[in-house]
């Protein structure tokens, strides 16, 4: 069973940090791209960043500078460090798997909520 598993959401004021972690389970986890993927109330999902088999990294212009995607391929886990956080950061943030291209996810995860406010 594909499982992909995110930790690490919470409520922050502007200016700090997170950590968001995507725990995988069931499929060859370093053949995947992986991607974090965010929505917010009443916005279209936007693709926030992904990292490529082979660790290339890619992020929206609206996080670039700020936010960093790595990958732990021995723990088959993806992670998200959010820094500078935005109130416009605020979203359900899910971790996806592609296998051919991060645009079209194979598995998705539960989703984590980050909230950004004073």
Request: proline letters at 4%; hydrophobic letters at 35%; aromatic letters at 12%.
């Amino acid at each position: 069973e594909v499982q992909l598993v995110e930790s690490g959401g919470g409520l922050v004021q502007p200016g700090e940090s997170l950590r968001l972690s995507c725990a995988a389970s069931g499929f060859t986890f370093s053949s995947y791209y992986m991607s974090w993927v965010r929505q917010a109330p009443g916005k279209q999902r936007e693709l926030v960043a992904f990292i490529s088999s082979g660790a290339i990294t890619t992020y929206a212009d609206s996080v670039s500078g700020r936010f960093t995607i790595a990958r732990d391929n021995t723990k088959d886990t993806v992670f998200l460090q959010m820094n500078s956080l935005k109130p416009e950061d605020t979203a359900v943030y899910y971790c996806a798997a592609a296998r051919t291209s991060p645009s079209a996810p194979n598995y998705w995860g539960q989703g984590t909520q980050v909230t950004v406010s004073s």
